[in-house]
């Protein structure tokens, strides 16, 4: 038994792109991709080996709690509306949590780019803005994909 999808890393970028004060959004890039088996079967190494590829870009504002996610650069959430609990509210809000400045969201990848039922999580904590590869939990920016 072979695993149905084998994920490889391509590229991670990410950068403080706010308008008047860098810090008050954050920009996170991914490009991964998932292995092609019957060449991974076959013996092949190296770029014969690279299947399907994706893009997956996140925009965060810290400081209203908006965001915008795109997935080969199809829009799979946004928010226009501040999210509550984001700096400067008072409220509290499911994927914002004020204590901890986390953005904390699951989102399902459309059919259209990934057959399959698949989900896309992202978790960015906005006041631990280094990255730190060897531990998942402190790493500001995060994003897993799994079976649906």
């Not at 999808?5 to 991914?30: M, N």
């Not at 504002?61 to 795109?70: D, F, N, Q, R, T």
Request: aromatic share 12%; hydrophobic share 35%; charged share 15%.
């Amino acid at each position: 038994d072979y695993p149905t999808l084998i994920p490889y890393q391509i590229d991670f970028q990410t950068r403080t792109i706010g308008k008047h004060i860098s810090l008050t959004k954050r920009f996170c890039h991914w490009r991964f991709g998932f292995a092609h088996i019957p060449s991974l079967l076959s013996s092949k190494s190296g770029v014969a080996n690279r299947g399907m590829e994706f893009e997956v870009k996140f925009i965060w504002s810290i400081a209203s709690g908006k965001h915008e996610l795109y997935m080969n650069n199809y829009c799979i959430s946004s928010s226009s509306i501040p999210t509550y609990g984001s700096i400067g509210s008072n409220s509290n809000a499911t994927n914002m949590n004020r204590s901890t400045n986390k953005f904390d969201e699951t989102f399902n990848i459309p059919q259209s780019i990934l057959p399959g039922g698949h989900i896309l999580h992202i978790t960015a904590y906005s006041n631990n803005f280094k990255f730190v590869q060897s531990n998942a939990n402190t790493n500001a920016m995060n994003m897993n994909t799994a079976d649906g």
